[in-house]
């Protein structure tokens, strides 16, 4: 990493007062090597996280086979794949997972619940519920 040489305090006296401006011959070339500086010191970081993110993915996996725990990304394929073999040699299209309507109504179903639990309180407190 090479850093900037700071200008002298003449030179910036000289630039104050309206002089003509000095240029540095080799500004461009530093400017160019501090970038390449910065962009290989960003692809050394993110080999170190790569490298990183490896190992912690090892000891993740032996984690997995430890506990019987499977990825996402593998139950989603052995549930496609159940579905495929369910609809192997069928000629009917294959079932969906959860019919179409269950489920939707979850909040109907919550307020019936609660109706429920309601009746069965005393009357001071049903009436504070149903305010």
Do not use: H, W
């Not at 970081?45 to 593998?74: H, L």
């Amino acid at each position: 990493l090479s850093l900037m040489p700071s200008l002298g305090a003449t030179k910036d006296m000289g630039k104050m007062l309206g002089g003509d401006e000095e240029k540095d011959p080799d500004a461009a070339k530093k400017e160019e090597e501090r970038q390449e500086a910065l962009r290989q010191q960003e692809e050394e970081r993110k080999a170190k996280y790569a490298k990183m993110e490896a190992e912690r993915e090892v000891m993740r996996q032996g984690i997995r086979d430890k506990y019987g725990i499977k990825k996402k990304e593998e139950k989603e394929a052995e549930a496609q794949a159940a579905l495929e073999a369910n609809a192997e040699g069928s000629l009917t299209r294959p079932k969906k997972a959860i019919p179409p309507g269950c489920g939707d109504e979850e909040e109907e179903e919550e307020e019936s619940i609660l109706d429920t639990v309601i009746k069965y309180l005393p009357g001071p407190l049903q009436d504070m519920f149903k305010k």
